[in-house]
């Protein structure tokens, strides 16, 4: 994973694919959207993993409102 101060300063970085412009994504509206789900919250909980299923039923949804349904982000 890459940070980039702007949009522009990811178009000027000389390793950019054209796979990877697809994958730019506001970092705020991730840890916002994605890294509050139960998945990343409750990783110490005892029952984590007995639960990770129910955790996780979340992620697709959050994915596609943090990155405007971008398919690049969509779990394989």
């Not at 949804?61 to 943090?66: E, F, H, T, V, W």
Request: charged share 25%; no cysteine; hydrophobic share 35%.
């Amino acid at each position: 994973m890459n940070l980039f101060r702007s949009e522009d300063h990811v178009l000027r970085w000389d390793q950019l694919g054209s796979n990877s412009y697809h994958g730019v994504a506001d970092p705020g509206r991730l840890a916002s959207d994605v890294f509050s789900l139960p998945r990343y919250r409750e990783r110490l909980a005892p029952d984590y993993l007995d639960r990770i299923a129910e955790h996780s039923a979340g992620l697709p949804a959050a994915l596609d409102k943090a990155t405007g349904g971008n398919p690049f982000w969509r779990p394989a």
